[in-house]
């Protein structure tokens, strides 16, 4: 039996290519370059080796890169990036600014350090803003208002953890490897060996960890329930008369 051959037709022209996002574009563009602003300002104006060894870093790293690149793809049309990346940079970043915020910067924590947070000027403090505020908050708003719903899964959630559990033996084997008295030898109070003793160190990662998980399930179960932004309108033809041309 003879089947006839059938040219082989391009993706593109069987499927319609991604509308161009201008504001999608401009918005990320602006939280990868505040992501990229606190770093560098941190980069000047502090110890290269102490700075990189910081969540908060990591975290704005991944941010400067993933919406930066977001940005780049809805601009040129192409499609957005995976939802498990985009996904565990906000987790990240999320995480980071809860912490700030309701523990380091806040008085009545155990680990609190409002009062070094206090006397930070200038540069340094628009920096501390940058990574602490805008950035979260930046990321968690291209997450809700410029991104479709319903593209993570729930076993997301327990891939996510991988970054903070990388971070986790970072800074533990760092620590280790440091002498007994150099300043910043573990970046976080919470998991200052040296003060708490392995034991209590690990209880808080447990902890941090229940929560990183917590807060992914929570923000799952969101991307499943929140309307999808506006779809931009055809402006080429009208689909009711005639259909797409």
Not at 87 to 101: M, N
Not at 162 to 183: D, E, M, Q
Request: proline share 9%; with cysteine; glycine share 8%.
């Amino acid at each position: 039996m003879i089947t006839p051959r059938t040219a082989a037709v391009p993706a593109s022209a069987v499927l319609p290519a991604p509308p161009r996002r201008p504001w999608a574009a401009a918005f990320r563009s602006l939280v990868a370059l505040s992501a990229a602003t606190g770093l560098v300002i941190e980069c000047v104006h502090g110890d290269l080796p102490v700075v990189l060894s910081f969540f908060t870093i990591w975290s704005n790293i991944l941010v400067t890169l993933a919406l930066g690149w977001g940005a780049a793809r809805a601009w040129t049309r192409r499609p957005p990036l995976p939802a498990l990346w985009t996904g565990g940079v906000l987790l990240c970043v999320t995480v980071v600014g809860l912490v700030f915020h309701l523990v380091l910067d806040n008085p009545a924590s155990g680990f609190g350090q409002a009062e070094e947070i206090a006397r930070l000027t200038g540069a340094r403090a628009v920096a501390n803003q940058l990574l602490h505020t805008v950035t979260p908050l930046g990321t968690a708003l291209d997450f809700l208002l410029l991104t479709l719903p319903g593209a993570l899964r729930w076993r997301h959630a327990a891939q996510w953890l991988a970054v903070p559990g990388l971070y986790l033996a970072f800074a533990l084997v760092r620590g280790a490897l440091l002498s007994p008295g150099t300043p910043t030898r573990y970046p976080y109070p919470f998991l200052d060996v040296t003060a708490h003793g392995y034991p209590v160190v690990l209880t808080n990662a447990v902890v941090l960890g229940a929560v990183f998980y917590a807060l992914g399930l929570a923000i799952v179960g969101l991307d499943r329930v929140r309307p999808a932004p506006r779809p931009p309108e055809n402006r080429i033809s009208s689909q009711r008369a005639r259909g797409l041309k």
